[in-house]
Nanobody, 125 residues
Framework: VQLVESGGGSVQPGGSLRLSCTVS????????IEWFRQAPGKEREGVAS???????TVADSVKGRFTISHDSAKTTVYLQMNSLKPEDTAMFYC????????????????????WGQGTPVTVSS
């Protein structure tokens, strides 16, 4: 079981990035996949979640700018980030857990079973 994030980098304010979370060892179908972020000195924050039935949840702090989706093979979950702001600077992680987690509020990090290593995002002029 492995989750691998990619797609992070440095962008200017207003720019875009698409993060990928590639899942191997089990199917995205059977899990809730959530993107988290953690800025230096701050707690880990739930950003968006995806469930196989199409249910998606996006945090109010990024709503309208971030979207979560998956590929047709259902091995990768994407986080499209537009209109990035300096306050979006953080390490971004994806996590997999029980599908029930997609029915509750974001950010229940302690309940997720598997985590990727993270990908850094820096938004700066």
């Amino acid at each position: 079981v492995q989750l691998v994030e990619s797609g992070g980098g440095s962008v200017q304010p207003g720019g875009s990035l698409r993060l990928s979370c590639t899942v191997s060892g089990y199917s995205v179908n059977d899990n809730c996949i959530e993107w988290f972020r953690q800025a230096p000195g701050k707690e880990r924050e739930g950003v968006a979640s995806f469930d196989n039935d199409g249910t998606t949840t996006v945090a109010d702090s990024v709503k309208g700018r971030f979207t979560i989706s998956h590929d047709s093979a259902k091995t990768t979950v994407y986080l499209q980030m537009n209109s990035l702001k300096p306050e979006d600077t953080a390490m971004f992680y994806c996590a997999a857990g029980s599908r029930a987690l997609c029915t509750v509020v974001l950010g229940r990090s302690h309940e997720y079973r598997d985590w990727g290593q993270g990908t850094p995002v820096t938004v700066s002029s």
